[in-house]
C-alpha cells in the first residue's frame, strides 16, 4: 500500500483489510445510490417515524446488512 493510500485509510482492521482486500481507489465515505421514488419515500417516513435523519437511518441499515454472518 502507498503511503498515501495507507494515510488515507483510516481503519486498517476494517472487515475488508480483515479479509485481505486493498480497495483500488480508497473509499471517501460517501456514495450516490438511486433507490426509485418509493423507497426513498418509505425509508424517510421510516427514519421520521424513529426520531432519526434519513443518512442516520441508511447508515444503519448498511452498516447492520454489512456485519459478518455468525
Do not use: W
Not at 503511503?3 to 488515507?8: L, R, S, V
Not at 434519513?54 to 448498511?62: E, G, K, S, T
Request: aromatic residues 4%; charged residues 20%; contains cysteine.
Amino acid at each position: 500500500m502507498s503511503p498515501t493510500t495507507a494515510k488515507q485509510h483510516k481503519h486498517p482492521t476494517s472487515p475488508i483489510k480483515a479479509k485481505g482486500y486493498e480497495p483500488e481507489v480508497p473509499c471517501k465515505g460517501s456514495f450516490n445510490v438511486r433507490v426509485g421514488h418509493e423507497l426513498h419515500l418509505a425509508a424517510a417516513v421510516k427514519a421520521k417515524e424513529l426520531g432519526v435523519s434519513l443518512d442516520d437511518f441508511v447508515r444503519n441499515a448498511l452498516n447492520n446488512a454489512a456485519q459478518p454472518a455468525h
